[in-house]
């Protein structure tokens, strides 16, 4: 297990608007123990990604073009079993939330939550 006082949590944020990876990207970057090493605008540049960016956790929105992120769940669930994802969607039904866990997500948060629930997952992830 890594030292996150001496190194700090790697996230990629995997969501299709520029704006809100740009924002969220800012308020993460202000928490030391974490660093956004990569970010993604759909779930191929994603899984492209993850062949060159080691990663501790994923910040994955579900809706997302050219491979959604159920889709790209599963795939890195297979591919990357170690990494953790954390679903951040607007989708509060308990189909996808269920859907998402047994696909290997090991959080969801919505996007409407305080961005300090966010912080607190990935804690928590």
Same mark, same amino acid.
């Given at each position: 297990?890594?030292?996150?006082?001496?190194?700090?949590?790697?996230?990629?944020?995997? #969501? #299709?608007?520029?704006?809100?990876?740009?924002?969220?990207?800012?308020?993460? #970057?202000?928490?030391?123990?974490?660093?956004?090493?990569?970010?993604?605008?759909? &779930?191929?540049?994603?899984?492209?990604? /993850?062949?060159?960016?080691?990663? #501790?956790?994923?910040?994955?929105?579900?809706?997302?073009?050219?491979?959604?992120?159920?889709?790209? /769940?599963?795939?890195?669930?297979?591919?990357?079993?170690?990494?953790?994802?954390?679903?951040?969607?607007? /989708?509060?039904?308990?189909?996808?939330?269920?859907?998402?866990?047994?696909? &290997?997500?090991?959080?969801?948060?919505?996007?409407?939550?305080?961005?300090?629930?966010?912080?607190?997952?990935?804690?928590?992830?």
């Amino acid at each position: 297990m890594r030292d996150t006082a001496i190194y700090p949590c790697r996230i990629i944020l995997a #969501d #299709d608007h520029d704006i809100f990876r740009a924002g969220l990207k800012s308020l993460i #970057d202000k928490e030391t123990q974490f660093k956004i090493v990569g970010e993604a605008k759909d &779930g191929q540049s994603l899984l492209n990604l /993850l062949k060159t960016v080691k990663c #501790d956790i994923i910040v994955l929105d579900l809706s997302m073009p050219n491979m959604d992120g159920m889709t790209v /769940l599963r795939v890195i669930h297979e591919k990357y079993p170690e990494l953790k994802v954390l679903v951040l969607t607007m /989708l509060k039904d308990p189909e996808h939330f269920r859907y998402a866990m047994a696909s &290997g997500a090991c959080g969801y948060v919505l996007k409407d939550d305080a961005y300090e629930e966010l912080v607190l997952a990935l804690r928590v992830v």
